[in-house]
């Protein structure tokens, strides 16, 4: 596993098309490019092994992960529930979180869920298909701050670190603090767990914390300032990339690298991951809102008028937030026996104020996104291979 990152190959690649990526290629530092690209080989039994390339990888160079650590805490919730052991628990059951700290708030019901009733299962769901916030939040909640970077560091994603719930202003004492929560099969108490505290700070060595010349505060008020990035989530593209190879293909590693997901598990992760939100009935979303592509960024770029294609799956978690798009994704083309790892980063804020609300999604970010995913979907087309991928394990049944 431990094979060198190959540093010329995407930059000869996106320079050969200057068409598509010469704006964005003309000042990379300013648009915080990062891309990890990585090819599958198969053994004739199937088998995958990695061939990965880079392009200005540096997981010192600090860029906001958004969205993407919410993959961790899919997978976490997932684990915690098969090592508790505790009988008749499952991620189906009815998930009660109740309040022990200064701002927690507690949930109940859950009228997205076709009973109304909360669970982890229906969580993960929301999370994956349209990266709903709170439901990440009732995740980190369930693990506990301590679990999800004892997490991290068991499965070797060394340079990350998840510190806080998202878009509720959470940081200090309060993101040290997690809810008590109940589980109940019926009427019946399952699991009881009650509030945590995590004293630890997890530090790392980071650059490009103090970025821009302004930022808009609580209050809306321009701050003339630069923005600070300090003690926030830190997800790098190598790590993020590493936690989606484990996940789509745990055979490449050895039992105890895997993480401890039953075949269910895997079959609600992948489901979800890869559906379309119009897709989806429980919940049910307005397609003015979350259109098909919302939450594809590579080879879409969340085009509202893009045609889907019919053979084309994409397993992945996004991120956008600060004027930062991210994905982390693994890419099938059923019908061409396509199959790729592609993990990505670039912002676009060109008025230097963080927290406005005013990024260059629509012209820089999301054409790069679509662009990168499509000419790495082009190469793999004519890409010889020893043997052709036997992918019928991705086909989901989305109905």
């Known amino acids: 596993m431990a094979q060198k990152t190959d540093t010329t190959f995407l930059k000869k690649l996106l320079e050969s098309k200057p068409e598509l990526f010469s704006g964005v290629l003309k000042h990379p530092s300013k648009n915080e490019v990062q891309v ?24 010192h160079r600090y860029f906001y992960p958004a969205s993407t650590v919410k ?5 976490f919730a997932l684990e915690k529930v098969n090592e508790l052991k505790v009988p008749g628990l499952t991620a189906y059951s009815t998930m009660i979180t109740d309040t022990a700290f200064k701002g927690q708030t507690a949930v109940n019901e859950d009228k997205s869920a076709a009973d109304g009733k909360p669970t982890l299962a229906h969580y993960i769901k929301k999370v994956l298909l349209t990266s709903d916030n709170d439901a990440y939040n009732r995740l980190f909640e369930f693990i506990g701050r301590a679990e999800i970077n004892n997490k991290l560091k068991k499965y070797g994603i060394t340079e990350s670190r998840i510190l806080n719930r998202l878009a509720i202003g959470d940081g200090g004492e309060s993101e040290k603090n997690t809810n008590p929560i109940r589980f109940y099969n019926g009427n019946k108490l399952i699991y009881s767990q009650a509030a ?7 530090p790392l060595q980071l650059t490009n914390l103090i970025v821009g010349k302004g930022y808009m505060d609580s209050n809306e008020q ?3 300032k630069p923005y600070s990035f300090e003690n926030k989530n830190v997800f790098t593209i190598k790590d993020q990339q590493n936690l989606m190879k484990r996940l789509m293909m745990p055979e490449a590693f050895t039992a105890k690298e895997r993480f401890n997901l039953k075949a269910e598990d895997y079959q609600l992760i992948y489901t ?13 979303y307005d397609e003015q809102e979350f259109w098909p592509t919302y939450a594809k960024m590579l080879f ?17 978690k996004y991120g956008d937030s600060y004027g930062f798009i991210i994905d982390n994704a693994y890419i099938v083309d059923f019908k061409h026996n396509v199959e790729f790892f592609l993990t990505a980063v ?3 804020n060109e008025d230097g104020i963080y927290n406005d609300g005013k990024y260059e999604y629509e012209t820089v970010c999301y054409p ?3 662009n990168l995913g499509r000419t790495i979907y082009e190469y793999e087309l004519q890409r010889k291979k020893m043997n052709e991928p036997n992918l019928s394990r991705y086909v989901m049944n989305y109905k």
């Open 36 to 59: 990890m690209y990585t090819q599958v080989n198969r053994d004739q039994n199937n088998k995958p092994s990695f061939k990965t390339f880079g392009y200005r990888l540096n997981p």
């Open 71 to 75: 993959l961790a805490a899919v997978i």
């Open 196 to 202: 945590q505290y995590d004293p630890k700070d997890y």
């Open 222 to 224: 321009l701050v003339t």
């Open 272 to 284: 979800y991951m890869s559906k379309l939100p119009t897709e989806s009935d429980y919940p049910k």
């Open 300 to 316: 879409y770029g969340r085009d509202k008028n893009a045609v889907i294609e019919p053979n084309i799956r994409i397993f992945d």
């Open 346 to 348: 670039v912002q676009s």
């Open 368 to 370: 790069f996104m679509k």
